[in-house]
C-alpha cells in the first residue's frame, strides 16, 4: 500500500495538524513513458504554505482532497521508459507520498556518487539554485561590498552569504537566536551576524553595517526588511526571494520606509526560480565545484516518517528548523 499526506482544509492564517490528512491507497502501475518512484527524501519548503492557500499566486495551488506538493529524492523500482532502470536514484515532483507514479519528462536523473542524495533536494537543488541566481543576476555582488542576508542559517540564506564571500563582500547574516547566529559566523565564515530576536534589531544592524549595505538578498520581510531600508547605500540592489514572517499572516505588514527606495535609487527585484530553469545545470555545477573544494558548507535538518511532515512544516514556518529541512521518507 502506498501512504500519501493529502489537503484536508484550505488554512487560513497559521496552518494546523488539521489542514493535513495521512490517507492510503494501492500503489499505482506506470503506464508506457512512465516510471514508479519510491521516495526517500521529501524536501520541506516555505513556499508550500503559498499552495495550501486559496489565493492566487504564481503557481496554482493545491485542492482540498489533492496530494501535498513537493520535491522527492528517490528510487525507481519499474520503469515503462526506457531512459531509466530500476535503481536510478531521481530527483522528481512527487509531492507527499511513498511512492508514485511520474511521466518520464517530469523525472530527472542524480549523480548520488559524490554528495548524498538528499542534497539535490537542498544545497544543488532548489534552494541552492535560487540563491545562486538570485545574488548573481540581480544582486550583482561586487568586491569589496557588503552584503546582508536574512533567515542566514536557513536553505537559501547560508548559500547567499558563503556565494558573497566568494564574490569578495563583507557579508553579515540576519538570524533567530545564538545557535544560528554562532553557527553562520564560526561554521560559515560570515563576518558579522545579527540576532534580530535579541531585542535591539535596529541598533544591532547600524552597528554591523558601519558603511550601509550594497546588496539585500530577502527571504523574511516585514520588520526586518522595514529596518534594511534604512541601512541601504545609494544605487543599491534588494533582492526580493521570500516573505516567510508574512506567509501565515492573515494581513499583509505595512511598509514604512518607501522612502528610502526612492533616495537612494534603490534596485528591488522579486525573483523565482524558475524563471532560470533553462540555465539550472550551471548553477547546479558551480555549487558541486564549490562543495567538493570545500568553500560550500551545508547542514540538513531532518524530520523522520511522512506522518511526522505536517509537523515539519509547521515548525519551518516558525524558524524550528536548522538547515534545510527534510522528512527521511520510509522509516
Ligand atoms: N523566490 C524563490 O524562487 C524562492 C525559492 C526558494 C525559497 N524562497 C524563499 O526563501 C526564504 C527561505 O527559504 P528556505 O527554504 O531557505 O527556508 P529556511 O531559511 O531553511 O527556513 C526558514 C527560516 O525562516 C526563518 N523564519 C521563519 N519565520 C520567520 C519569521 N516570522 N521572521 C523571521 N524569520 C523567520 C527561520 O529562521 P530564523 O530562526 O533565523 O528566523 C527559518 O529557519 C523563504 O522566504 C522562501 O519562501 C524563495
Known amino acids: 500500500m502506498n501512504k500519501q499526506v493529502l489537503l484536508a482544509s484550505h488554512p487560513e492564517g497559521e496552518i494546523s495538524p488539521e489542514n493535513f490528512r495521512l490517507a492510503e491507497s494501492e500503489v499505482a502501475k506506470p503506464a508506457p513513458g512512465e516510471v514508479l518512484v519510491r521516495n526517500e527524501w521529501l524536501s520541506l519548503d516555505p513556499y508550500m504554505r503559498g499552495r495550501m ?17 513537493g520535491q522527492t529524492v528517490g528510487e525507481v523500482v519499474e520503469s515503462r521508459d526506457e531512459a531509466f532502470k530500476p535503481g536510478d536514484k531521481v530527483l522528481t515532483s512527487l509531492g507527499w507520498q511513498l511512492m508514485g507514479v511520474a511521466k518520464a519528462a517530469e523525472v530527472h536523473k542524480i549523480d548520488a556518487s559524490r554528495v548524498p542524495a538528499s542534497y539535490y533536494l537542498g544545497i544543488l537543488g532548489m534552494p ?18 557588503t552584503l546582508v542576508v536574512s533567515a542566514a542559517s536557513g536553505a537559501v540564506g547560508s548559500v ?7 564574490a569578495g563582500c563583507r557579508v553579515v547574516g540576519i538570524a533567530g537566536g545564538k545557535a544560528k547566529c554562532d553557527y553562520v559566523r564560526d561554521a560559515l565564515g560570515f563576518d558579522a551576524v545579527v540576532d534580530y530576536k535579541a531585542g535591539n534589531l535596529e541598533a544591532d544592524l547600524r552597528a554591523a553595517v558601519p558603511k550601509g549595505v550594497d546588496v539585500y538578498f530577502e527571504n523574511v520581510g516585514g520588520e526586518i526588511l522595514d529596518a534594511m531600508l534604512a541601512r541601504m547605500r545609494v544605487f543599491s540592489r534588494i533582492i526580493v526571494c521570500g516573505l516567510i514572517s508574512e506567509y501565515n499572516a492573515t494581513e499583509p505588514y505595512g511598509y514604512k520606509r518607501l522612502r528610502s527606495v526612492l533616495v537612494n535609487r534603490i534596485k528591488m527585484q522579486g525573483m523565482i526560480v524558475f524563471d532560470w530553469k533553462d540555465r539550472y545545470g550551471e548553477a547546479i555545477k558551480g555549487l558541486a565545484g564549490y562543495l567538493a573544494d570545500g568553500r560550500l558548507k551545508y547542514r540538513e535538518s531532518v524530520i523522520e ?4 511532515a505536517p509537523r515539519g512544516l509547521i515548525g519551518l514556518l516558525k524558524g524550528e528548523n536548522f538547515g534545510k529541512q527534510l522528512v527521511k521518507l520510509g522509516v
Not at 539554485?129 to 555582488?141: C, D, R, V, Y
Request: no cysteine.
Open 53 to 69: 492557500s486559496k489565493a492566487k499566486s504564481y503557481a496554482k495551488g493545491v485542492e482540498v482532497g489533492e496530494v501535498m506538493v
Open 128 to 145: 541552492g539554485i535560487t540563491a545562486w541566481f538570485g545574488l548573481h543576476e540581480i544582486g550583482l555582488p561586487k568586491e569589496g561590498e
Open 160 to 166: 547567499v552569504g558563503q556565494l558573497g564571500k566568494i
Open 305 to 308: 516518517g511522512l506522518e511526522n
